[in-house]
């Protein structure tokens, strides 16, 4: 049986459903949306971290995929085997609706329903921080069980692990640095490459780091 935890409950209900009504981006508009926010586009970043990889053949898994924002920006540069998983039923029918050529399903990040080293690459954007510490390395050893090559996240970044207030509710947000949590769990991890993104209008900073198996 899939582990629950508060997180979880409030993702897949009420709260969850609000986060995706806010949240509905085609690619341009999402790349209007980061530009504003960090001065880049995700279109900028995922062909800086990602354009080795062959586009045709590379299985991509995205665990947190809420409405297939993410997918739709990769699919957009060529990418097309993808997949997505999400913990929201309202964010996975949305997704199906807006989305083709995607495979998107519900599930947790806590139980991937997916055979060992199935996909090439692996990655979250701002889900690993709606993650309690408590609970955070369940979801890393599945990521890194299902990934064969390499682990892709764009991520809250701090030197330590900090609670954030999020839309007034606690135990919901943590900044951290979700990069060395990988690599401190798995020796056979080696960092690719990370980029410090700042935001534009304040001092906080999130991490963009791509890793690799050994």
Same mark, same amino acid.
């Given at each position: 049986?899939?582990?629950?935890? @508060?997180?979880?409950?409030?993702?897949?209900?009420?709260?969850?459903?609000?986060?995706?009504?806010?949240?509905?981006?085609?690619?341009?508009?999402?790349?209007?949306?980061?530009?504003?926010?960090?001065?880049?586009?995700?279109?900028?970043?995922?062909?800086?971290?990602?354009?080795?990889?062959?586009?045709?053949?590379?299985?991509?898994?995205?665990?947190?995929?809420?409405?297939?924002?993410?997918?739709?920006?990769l699919?957009s540069?060529?990418?097309?085997?993808?997949?997505?998983?999400?913990?929201?039923?309202?964010?996975?029918?949305?997704?199906?609706?807006?989305?083709?050529?995607?495979?998107?399903?519900?599930?947790?990040?806590?139980?991937l329903?997916?055979?060992? @080293?199935?996909?090439?690459?692996?990655?979250?954007?701002?889900?690993?921080?709606?993650?309690?510490?408590?609970?955070?390395?369940?979801?890393?050893? @599945?990521i890194?069980?299902?990934?064969?090559?390499?682990?892709?996240?764009?991520?809250?970044?701090?030197d330590?692990?900090?609670?954030?207030?999020?839309?007034?509710?606690? %135990?919901?947000?943590?900044?951290?640095?979700?990069?060395?949590?990988?690599? %401190?769990?798995?020796?056979?991890?080696?960092?690719?490459?990370?980029?410090?993104?700042?935001?534009?209008? %304040?001092?906080?900073?999130?991490?963009?780091?791509?890793?690799?198996?050994?």
């Open positions: 049986m899939a582990k629950k935890t @508060e997180q979880i409950d409030k993702w897949a209900n009420v709260f969850g459903k609000e986060y995706t009504d806010r949240n509905l981006y085609n690619p341009q508009e999402l790349d209007e949306f980061y530009k504003k926010t960090w001065g880049t586009t995700r279109t900028e970043l995922n062909e800086e971290f990602l354009s080795f990889l062959d586009k045709d053949k590379t299985k991509i898994l995205e665990v947190g995929s809420n409405v297939g924002n993410q997918l739709l920006s699919q540069i060529g990418f097309k085997n993808l997949y997505g998983i999400e913990i929201s039923k309202y964010a996975v029918e949305k997704s199906k609706e807006r989305t083709k050529g995607i495979n998107i399903i519900c599930g947790s990040a806590f139980d329903p997916f055979k060992d @080293e199935y996909f090439d690459l692996i990655f979250t954007s701002g889900v690993l921080m709606h993650i309690s510490p408590k609970d955070i390395n369940f979801a890393l050893d @599945e890194h069980r299902c990934s064969k090559k390499y682990i892709f996240g764009l991520e809250y970044y701090a330590e692990c900090k609670e954030i207030e999020y839309r007034g509710n606690k %135990n919901m947000l943590w900044k951290a640095n979700f990069c060395q949590m990988y690599l %401190n769990r798995f020796k056979n991890l080696k960092l690719v490459k990370e980029k410090k993104l700042k935001y534009v209008d %304040n001092n906080n900073v999130d991490s963009v780091f791509l890793l690799e198996k050994i």
